[in-house]
């Protein structure tokens, strides 16, 4: 099983929506697939029309390993399976602090999981806390979408600056260029000066786009209700990207 962590320092850079349509994307290849919603808003569990209501809440996950296919939610989607979000998650760092060799907590996890599923992709939630410590100790590759702007540059390379520092492996960093948009002469000149300090960045962009928006109102992936618009050719030319990375 390969994992895959959808993640940034900074919110609303379209982490989540990539999570959703790129978990879909590799669910149509008649892969399982696997989308952990980790964020306590439960956006990808609510894209996927999933209750993101957990029996014993995050609680029962961590203590009871065993049962986490019993909070594995079907979807709509052929392969595609969702473990949601419950707003309890917002104590997941008191929780991994109090378990026993907790570094391992989330890996044992995962390795139950890589049984069922061929791909896991993870919608982190923003900043950095013990629960993302431990989603870098996981995962095996990050995709890191970043809005052309001199904030969200800064952003990506205090990530990779953590990586180094924390001896992990940057080259698992997959950045790629997000929520652009192509009017706007500094996005376009911040692509162009910075694609040169940005190590492994996908070559495929993602632009701002309302067919994205569109998803809160469908409550599906992108490419499902509208495969041929621009935003979902453009996630599946990221999703081929990242394959040539991972494969």
Not at 9 to 36: C, H
Request: with cysteine; glycine share 4%.
């Amino acid at each position: 099983m390969v994992t895959i962590a959808l993640y940034n320092f900074k919110g609303g850079v379209g982490k989540t929506t990539s999570a959703v349509n790129l978990a879909y994307l590799a669910s149509q290849e008649s892969k399982k697939t696997l989308l952990w919603d980790f964020d306590p808003q439960g956006s990808a569990s609510f894209f996927c029309k999933v209750n993101t209501k957990v029996k014993g809440g995050a609680k029962n996950i961590i203590d009871r390993k065993n049962d986490i296919f019993e909070a594995v939610r079907e979807t709509n989607f052929q392969n595609l399976e969702v473990l949601p979000a419950d707003f309890s998650l917002r104590n997941m760092d008191i929780l991994l602090e109090e378990t026993k060799k907790s570094k391992k907590k989330l890996k044992s996890i995962t390795d139950l999981l890589s049984k069922k599923y061929d791909y896991t992709f993870i919608d982190c939630p923003p900043g950095l806390s013990l629960l993302t410590e431990h989603i870098f100790n996981t995962a095996d590759y990050f995709v890191v979408p970043i809005i052309p702007s001199t904030l969200s540059i800064r952003t990506y390379h205090l990530i990779f600056e953590y990586f180094k520092k924390n001896d992990l492996d940057t080259g698992s960093i997959l950045p790629f260029f997000s929520m652009v948009d192509i009017r706007k002469s500094m996005h376009k000149d911040i692509m162009t000066s910075s694609i040169k300090d940005v190590p492994n960045i996908l070559k495929t962009i993602v632009k701002y786009s309302s067919d994205i928006e569109k998803m809160g109102v469908e409550l599906a992936p992108l490419p499902s209700f509208a495969p041929n618009s621009k935003s979902a050719l453009a996630y599946k030319s990221l999703w081929k990207d990242i394959k040539k990375k991972i494969n």
